[in-house]
Structure formats: structure tokens, C-alpha cells
């Protein structure tokens, strides 16, 4: 993935070197879909990271990041993730996000095999406070997870080495990031917090929605072309979206999940199928993640987030 600085991060006005690849949305969201497997988000375990599944996760990037899940069965084995890493590579994907881990050493080993067997991008998400566990890789493309704080940021500057930082910040923040200069020059993604309930949104929604894709009409511009896959083997088209459920990667490939009716359609559900966003005249340029409103409202077409509407 190139290292580019969206408008989204020039609007808001945070200045990082080299620059934010992402504000409020995963790094895909701005490029064009094709209605083709692009990205698989493997987990690796039930997660450690400080939002859970049962309490909820308010966070913008929490697709990748690493959190806590509750895992309903027992975990995929080995021999089983390193098939659907392979499958996948067969089947033309290019982008394999590994995230979630229980063990650093099982993280790294995935990671490693999927850049052996030729994987074009592998991307290996890992807790700041995990870094020491580390010893780099070449070809894998980790990305320190943080909380936004001063000292977080020094901490990341003396890691250069990384390809990324996932950097955490709450809507009170913000304004304090705007002015934010790092040395850090790997690429940063701004994961905005949000709140339980649009009536306590701290920040503009409107402007940390805004995206440049030029395929919204025709695919969602985040679910497009992704496929993630639980540590227990639930295929899903959202790490998110935990009570979707496409197939059952114990029982089925990836080519047999790709055929799937459902995922195609979380992949072309543009906001024209959205009634309450269907009129509005920003449609094609606002980020929508289906996760998030679903957590606040219990509804796939739910619409918590948006000031237009309120």
C-alpha cells in the first residue's frame, strides 16, 4: 500500500510526517472497489486489546485493531489458518490483515508463512506495549496499535522500523492532534472513538466522514472486497459484525465462501440501499461504517451517526 496523505487528514488539518493515511475509516476506504476479493482480516485468536465484543467497540478502525472477542467455539487450528492464508493467495486476494492475536509468536509465525508463500501485502497489527516481544520480519508490514498520548507518541518515534500505527483518540483529543508534528515515518491511521449515542458526539462526524472513492455508487466503499474471518473459523463480512455470518471457513475455502449470495451483497450495499441515506445529496461522499450504527441501534441499516439527519 502506498504512503498517501488523503484530504480527509489535509481537511482536518493534522500535520504528520509523512502524513495520515487514514482519518476515522480504514486506509481502504478512499480506493475505487472492483467487486473483487481485496483484503482477508484473519484473527488469531479471541484478542486482548481494551474494547470487547460484549461491552462494544466505539472505534472507527476497530475492524483492525486489536481487541477482545468472545470466541463461541474452539479456535481453528493451525494446519487450518495456514490453508485459508494459502487459499487466499490463490484466489487473487492481495491484502492479508492479521490481527486480534493471543500469542506474539503465533502472530509472527502467520505472518512469516504468508509472506513465504508469496502473499503481496501482510499486515501484522501488534499492542504498542507488545513491540519488545518483536523482532521484524522482512516483507511483514506491522503496525503499532496505541492510545493517543504525548508519551504513546515518543514511544512509537523510537520505533522505525514499523510500517504503521493505529492511533487511538477520543473527539476531546482531537484538537490537540491537529497540531501534532511526529518524526514517525512509517503511516498513521486516525481511529476516532465514538461515543454510545450521537447526543455525546464530541466531534464533526461530517468532516470525519468525507471520502473520495469513486466507486460508492456501485459498492460499499469499506465492506467492498473484504472478507474477515474469526479466530474460531466464523466467516463474516466485518470483523464487526459478529452476528453476520456468511459461512463456516471449518467447513468451506475461500472460493466457496467468495460464491456466497450474503457477502456479495454487505460488498454492494451502497447507500442507496440505506433509506434514511438514499436522499441525501452526500451520499457518495460519506464514509458508512455499517459496524458502528449497528452496535448503537441493533439494525443493519441503522443510522445513529449522522448530524444531517439529527
Known amino acids: 500500500m502506498e504512503k498517501v496523505v488523503y484530504d480527509t487528514a489535509h481537511s482536518f ?3 504528520f510526517s509523512p502524513g495520515v493515511a487514514s482519518v476515522a475509516k480504514p486506509p481502504w476506504s478512499n480506493a475505487p472497489h472492483r467487486g473483487r ?3 482477508l482480516i484473519l484473527q488469531l ?3 486482548k486489546g481494551s474494547f470487547s465484543e460484549v461491552t462494544g467497540i466505539p472505534r472507527s ?4 485493531g486489536n ?3 468472545i470466541l463461541r467455539r474452539e479456535p481453528m487450528s493451525v494446519e487450518r489458518v495456514r490453508e485459508l492464508i494459502r487459499e487466499f493467495k490463490e484466489a487473487g486476494g492481495r491484502e492479508l490483515w492479521l490481527t486480534n492475536y493471543d500469542s506474539v509468536e503465533y502472530l509472527v509465525s502467520m505472518a512469516s508463512y504468508a509472506v513465504e508463500i508469496g502473499v503481496p501485502e501482510v499486515y501484522a497489527v501488534v499492542l504498542l506495549e507488545d513491540l519488545d516481544e518483536i523482532t521484524p520480519v522482512e516483507g511483514v508490514r506491522f503496525i503499532a496499535e496505541l492510545e493517543y498520548s504525548e508519551e504513546n507518541v ?4 523510537a520505533q522505525g522500523w514499523l510500517h504503521g500505527a493505529i492511533i487511538m483518540v477520543r473527539g476531546s483529543d482531537l484538537d490537540e492532534l491537529k497540531g501534532l508534528k511526529t518524526a514517525f515515518q512509517g503511516e498513521v491511521y486516525i481511529d476516532v472513538l465514538f461515543p454510545g449515542s450521537a447526543r ?5 462526524v461530517i468532516e470525519m466522514r468525507r471520502i473520495t472513492s469513486q466507486t460508492t455508487e456501485k459498492y460499499h466503499d469499506c465492506l467492498a472486497g473484504t472478507l474477515a474471518i474469526t479466530a474460531d473459523g466464523y466467516a463474516l463480512p466485518c470483523p464487526l459484525l459478529r452476528n453476520h455470518i456468511v459461512a463456516d471457513a471449518k467447513e ?3 472460493k466457496a465462501i467468495l460464491r456466497k449470495k450474503r457477502l456479495k451483497e454487505f460488498w454492494k450495499m451502497t447507500k442507496d440501499k440505506v433509506q434514511a441515506c438514499s436522499m441525501c445529496p452526500f451520499k457518495y461522499v460519506c464514509h458508512d461504517c455499517r459496524a458502528l450504527e449497528y452496535q448503537a441501534t441493533g439494525e443493519i441499516d441503522g443510522l445513529e451517526y449522522c448530524q444531517i439527519v439529527l
Open 200 to 204: 455525546r458526539l464530541d466531534f464533526n
Open 67 to 69: 481487541n477482545s472477542f
Open 252 to 254: 468451506v475455502g475461500i
Open 37 to 39: 476479493l481485496e483484503r
Open 154 to 157: 515518543q514511544l512509537l518515534e
Open 61 to 64: 478502525i476497530g475492524c483492525i
Open 45 to 47: 485468536g479471541a484478542g
Open 13 to 15: 488539518g493534522i500535520d
